[in-house]
């Protein structure tokens, strides 16, 4: 159940206004500014060069590089004690710094005299990240009053006085932590005579038990003007400046929040928060990301936002200094305000995008290998009402001959929305009705999110409650707010002991009526607590050991999407993937499963946001991502869900979806010429699942995303550093999107030196460039990019499923030298049999008129293997020279000299498209198998 849509009965009884769908909902005034936190309003304003800490008694002890940061002066800054002090009787900070292969720096301060008190964050870092540590020797102590730490290829030069941190990667300073001497460490202390340490917001009032922790430090990128990254926001792909001349914004703020009919272009934070920017320039990248899951507000600073002199770094270039030719260098500097908790930061040097983003997967875990029916189409709402309801949708696609694999229910389903129950009118046979999508190879997904009914009769709150496994509210008792089931209670998922009951709970002997195609979608988590401050849970609530929830916040739904994951594992015997959907994540999500980008609106610009913020997701590790496709409040008209379907088959996710309020909407809703068009659209998607499921593995191992903006794939184009209307999936198709409403025609830019090609039309456009494409209703522009090959499977069926032991369509497109690579991955699509071995990895490669198939995988991969017998039944050459287009053109397979008939035609087999690709009918080699193939 997603959005703020509640019962009079319930908005009696909390005391809650809200408004229903057809009215505008969003209400900026129920949420906090940043003047309306005491965290952010005491630290958002200070002065640069306040920060007065230098480094002490500098060693290296277990190949880690350790300090003290002290005050400079006895009232100096960097450590505040409300508003100043901060002397020796309260303990130093301890720095530290290690490094790790390729490329990763790690920078922690802590509290000396309290560190058991300030929270880390458990389970996000991968598990062997320490057996990737570099085993620091040594350090330079350099007459500029700096040392330095070399590294191979990268440095970190460590001034004293004042304290900053400087890494370079050669000669080329990347990135700087306290070059504005804006570090700011608040220590614990005890509350003085007459100090009142509450923060109150509209009806609430938080406690702060602790008082003030504010971590807040200033980053600063060099040589670039762009920085992206810290999702989630309804915003550009390229972070505007919230802060300096002429500007007035609330900083990007990260809170994971269930905000109702989210808006676009603001900085408002939303679902999710993953505190990971990266920069990105011609020549460089750089990334650098905090481990804190509290609140934590973030101004990314234009340019001359303070006219003081900045500090420089002596004899090393500090963020002002000419450069040799005269010109002012490039810089970005961003000011980090953390309400709580430690700074625990990863510097990651690149240098290129894709190398940041493998780094920074290298730290929190890239995208787990998804099933294969995950990556397909999926159709959901709010709520399909009963069996015969689930049945007839069912139908519709089979009748229509549209595709899906999954189908969804949501809240209402249960049994008086006590999660794992089934209604028992409404659903009185659920295994039943799973057999029957079961054979059709469909699977279905229920909800199950982390509120649960206070009520003595529900056995799943009586065991929760008497074994203490809730949260409690600063008084001790279990927390107790309201959401969609009225009075309920909020599992502790921090304690992992709680995360194993959970887990236990979707066994199929627990969940009762559940069987093995059914998987689950986590909603709700961020978490959403219709009566609490800003809906969610007040910060001084309690967790596992005492932690406060302000210091959990961010990663509260990250831990109740583990746990589910688990279950799901545990059922299927530790051999079955997953699929768990989560509405709220955190660092690391990736690694546990997919995410949605939330309560979108069914309206042109929220078609148009979703790229960015889907790239951005993907930026930030969590490559499976996807929109509501057709937008989750409101109705869209049948030309607004056309375009939606069109872009959405690019989604890595793709699923469907409304609210409860919303006229119905399947693709076949709105008649013809609509449900052709819709059609079209999602066959488009299972005619690419080979290709798709190929990135989703190049994920899996290397972290890199499948929904790319276009400069990680041309990193030197400036052209494209502020695109976001169009993007990359993979590094073959140039996908843009209809956003406008009767559009005859779209202004792509097509990056790079090589031609791209039509992908239904074989036409070729230029590289480089802006062109101008025309459009009609039959599709939005995708193009195939020059030098590419990418395998298809044409065959029209029901679900992925069926389509298993389909042949393949190779599409070859020629670039300018007549040359073309490509790869394919194929496994069981379910198992992790993949990790033993069981695997087909091919590389295709066109040459000299020859197409050759040869493996990638490794001569031993393991103890398990996987087979199949799919032939590849077309191959589609694309900017083949004229003379290879005459008719009678011969091509023979090699092995066996074995003649294959070729034709001439349309590249995708569509009507009235150019004809300009050679088309090798039936060769009917083994996808599997080496091969070759030449043109004579």
């Given at each position: ?132 540590k570099l085993w620091l020797q040594r350090f330079v102590e350099k007459d500029d009053g700096s040392s330095m730490v070399h590294l191979g290829g990268h440095d970190v030069i460590l001034q ?22 804006l570090f700011n460490f608040e220590k614990l202390r005890e509350k003085k005579e007459g100090e009142n340490w509450e923060d109150r917001f509209r009806t609430y009032t938080d406690s702060r ?234 699977h279905m997904v229920t909800i199950v999110d982390p509120h649960i009914k206070r009520d003595d009769g529900f056995p799943l709150h009586k065991e929760a409650s008497s074994k203490g496994y ?467």
């Open positions: 159940m997603d959005g703020f849509k509640l019962t009079w009965s319930v908005v009696v009884l909390v005391g809650l206004l809200v408004t229903t769908v057809n009215v505008a909902a969003w209400k900026k005034d129920e949420f906090r500014r940043c003047d309306q936190s005491a965290f952010c309003k005491d630290t958002r304003n200070r002065e640069p060069g306040s920060s007065n800490l230098e480094v002490k008694d500098l060693k290296i002890a277990d190949g880690v590089l350790r300090a003290r940061l002290v005050p400079s002066d006895a009232g100096g800054g960097g450590t505040t004690e409300q508003g100043g002090g901060g002397g020796e009787e309260e303990g130093d900070l301890v720095l530290e710094i290690k490094a790790y292969k390729n490329g990763i720096v790690r920078l922690k301060v802590t509290e000396e005299k309290h560190p058991e008190k300030r929270f880390e964050v458990p389970d996000v870092l991968v598990k062997d990240l320490e057996d990737k004293h006085k004042p304290f900053q941190v400087h890494v370079k990667r050669g000669s080329d300073l990347v990135l700087s932590v306290n070059s504005k001497g038990p602790y008082g003030p922790q504010t971590v807040s430090f200033d980053v600063s990128f060099h040589g670039t003007e762009h920085v992206y990254g810290i999702p989630e926001h309804a915003t550009s792909l390229a972070l505007k400046p919230t802060k300096g001349p002429n500007i007035s914004s609330e900083p990007y703020r990260l809170f994971n929040l269930d905000v109702f009919e989210y808006i676009s272009e603001s900085p408002f934070g939303l679902y999710g928060a993953v505190p990971f920017m990266l920069s990105h320039s011609a020549d460089k990248s750089a990334g650098f990301f905090l481990l804190n899951s509290a609140e934590m507000q973030i101004d990314v600073l234009a340019s001359s936002w303070d006219t003081t002199p900045s500090i420089e770094m002596e004899g090393e270039g500090g963020s002002s200094k000419l450069l040799e030719n005269g010109n002012k260098e490039k810089i970005v500097d961003t000011h980090w305000i953390v309400e709580s908790g430690v700074f625990d930061a990863f510097v990651f040097v690149g240098p290129s995008p894709k190398d940041v983003v493998t780094q920074y997967c290298a730290v929190t875990g890239t995208t787990s290998l998804p099933s294969l029916f995950s990556t397909a189409y999926h159709q959901c709402r709010w709520n399909y009402k009963d069996e015969a309801d689930v049945a007839a949708v069912d139908a519709g696609f089979d009748e229509h001959d549209i595709p899906y694999d999954v189908l969804w229910l949501d809240i209402e389903h249960t049994d008086g929305k006590r999660y794992f129950t089934w209604d028992p009118i409404l659903f009185p046979t659920p295994k039943e009705m799973q057999a029957k999508l079961s054979a059709k190879g469909r809730y949260v409690k509210d600063s008084g001790g008792n279990d927390y107790d707010g309201w959401c969609w089931p009225g009075s309920s209670s909020y599992l502790d998922m921090l304690n992992p002991e709680i995360r194993s009951w959970w887990a236990d709970k979707f066994s199929l002997s627990s969940y009762v009526g559940s069987t093995p195609i059914l998987h689950i979608w986590n909603d709700m988590n961020e978490p959403s607590v219709f009566n609490g401050p800003e809906g969610t849970m007040p910060k001084d609530a309690l967790h596992y050991n005492g932690v406060e929830h302000r210091d959990v916040h961010n990663a509260y739904g990250y831990y109740f999407h583990m746990a589910s994951v688990e279950g799901l594992l545990r059922r299927g015997g530790g051999n079955e993937r997953p699929f768990v959907l989560s509405r709220a994540f955190f660092a690391g999500t990736q690694k546990v499963g997919p995410v949605w980008t939330g309560d979108n609106t069914a309206d042109w610009t929220h078609l148009r946001v979703s790229v960015p913020m889907c790239l951005t997701l993907g930026l930030t590790g969590i490559a499976f991502t996807g929109a509501d496709v057709g937008g989750f409040f409101g109705n869209p008209d049948p030309e607004l869900l056309t375009r939606w379907y069109q872009l959405g088959a690019y989604y890595p996710f793709f699923r469907g979806h409304a609210h409860l309020d919303t006229k119905r909407r399947e693709p076949w809703v709105f008649g013809e010429p609509y449900t052709t068009l819709m059609r079209e659209a999602v066959h488009s998607r299972y005619s690419l699942l080979p290709y798709v499921y190929t990135l989703f593995k190049e994920a899996s191992v290397t972290g890199v995303p499948l929904m790319r903006p276009l400069w990680m794939e041309f990193p030197e184009d400036i052209s494209t550093f502020e695109r976001d209307e169009e993007f990359l999936l993979g590094p073959s198709l140039l996908v843009h999107g209809v956003y406008s409403q009767g559009a005859t025609s779209e202004t792509v830019y097509l990056p790079g030196t090589q031609k791209w090609y039509d992908v239904k039309t074989g036409a070729t456009y230029p590289a480089g460039q802006k062109v101008n494409v025309p459009v009609t209703m039959d599709g939005i522009p995708v193009f195939q990019r020059a030098g590419s090959i990418i395998a298809r499977k044409q065959r029209r069926r029901r679900s992925s499923t069926q389509m298993e032991t389909d042949p393949y369509t190779l599409v070859v497109a020629l670039n300018s030298t007549y040359e073309a690579s490509g790869e394919l991955y194929i496994d069981d699509g379910k198992s992790y049999d993949f990790e033993q071995g069981a695997f087909i990895h091919r590389q295709f490669k066109f040459s000299k008129g020859r197409l050759t198939s040869t493996t990638l995988a490794p001569v031993k991969t393991g103890s398990k293997v996987f087979t199949t017998s799919c032939l590849v039944e077309r191959i589609v050459i694309l900017g083949v020279r004229a003379k290879d287009l005459a008719i009678g053109k011969n091509a023979i397979v090699e092995h066996d000299e074995r003649r294959i008939e070729t034709d001439i035609g349309p590249p995708l087999l569509q009507r009235g498209a150019s004809s300009t690709a050679l088309i090798l009918r039936l060769p009917n080699v083994r996808i599997s198998d080496n091969w070759s193939i030449k043109l004579v």
